[in-house]
């Protein structure tokens, strides 16, 4: 079993930065694709970035190429999101959970809000 913990979020202005970070407890983390997932308000919960388990190969939406980077430190079962020139639009809470999903390991997740 898995269990994630996520930090970092906080009220930042346009084109300022955060960095998320998402703590997981469990051995299995190492062997498991991990993602961020984003609610904006009013929103279903999308797939923003992923991160594979040994090679580290990334994906990202398109809404945050070239703003967000995912990484992976499997020494601290730990996923980082590295959030830059942050937008309004960005703004929501960001969860992480495996790819494919587990619902039972959704977290509390941890607001961003991004000020115009």
């Known amino acids: 079993q898995v269990q994630l913990v996520e930090s970092g979020g906080g009220l930042v202005q346009t084109g300022g930065s955060l960095r998320l970070s998402c703590a997981a407890s469990?051995?299995?983390?190492?062997?498991?694709?991990m993602a961020w997932y984003r609610q904006a308000p009013g929103k279903q919960r999308d797939l923003v970035a992923l991160i594979t388990a040994t090679n580290s190969i990334t994906n990202y939406a398109d809404s945050v190429k070239g703003r967000f980077t995912i990484s992976r430190d499997n020494a601290k079962n730990t996923v980082y999101l590295q959030m830059n020139s942050l937008k309004p639009e960005d703004t929501g809470v960001y969860y992480c959970?495996?790819?494919?999903?587990?619902?039972?390991?959704w977290g509390q997740g941890t607001q961003v809000t991004v000020s115009s």
């Open positions: 959970n495996s790819l494919p999903l587990v619902p039972d390991y």
């Open positions: 469990g051995s299995s983390f190492r062997v498991k694709v």
